[in-house]
Nanobody, 127 residues
Framework: QVQLVESGGGSVQAGGSLRLSCVDS????????LGWFRQAPGKEREGIAA????????YYADSVKGRFTISRDNAKNTVYLQMNSLKPEDTAMYYC????????????????????WGQGTQVTVSS
């Protein structure tokens, strides 16, 4: 139903910043609950941030809380992930995802609560 495309990944040194963007081609973008996930080499996929349709409620994994900020601009059909104070442990493929209905509290950062996924953008942080 929707098509998501991530951009903004790259290689940075520890302590640096990156801003990821995810554009949704869906016509009813403003109704979707959106999230960011990542998967590091040899590790399981991890939910790191989520935002409701209105953009006034956000949720973060403990591993990124205080360093990453999720936001959205519904007029531009775009969700962002501002990543500051990057660490080598943040190295991963980053994906955005959309849910057609609001996940429950315990599912907001769970991959199985989301219906559509982007192709991913690589983030590499060197020490």
């Amino acid at each position: 139903q929707v098509q998501l495309v991530e951009s903004g990944g790259g290689s940075v040194q520890a302590g640096g910043s990156l801003r990821l963007s995810c554009v949704d081609s869906g016509y009813v973008y403003s109704l979707y609950y959106l999230g960011w996930f990542r998967q590091a080499p040899g590790k399981e996929r991890e939910g790191i941030a989520a935002i409701n349709s209105a953009g006034d409620s956000t949720y973060y994994a403990d591993s990124v809380k205080g360093r990453f900020t999720i936001s959205r601009d519904n007029a531009k059909n775009t969700v962002y992930l501002q990543m500051n104070s990057l660490k080598p442990e943040d190295t991963a493929m980053y994906y955005c995802a959309a849910s057609l209905s609001p996940p429950g509290v315990r599912k907001r950062l769970s991959a199985d609560a989301y219906n559509s996924w982007g192709q991913g953008t690589q983030v590499t942080v060197s020490s």
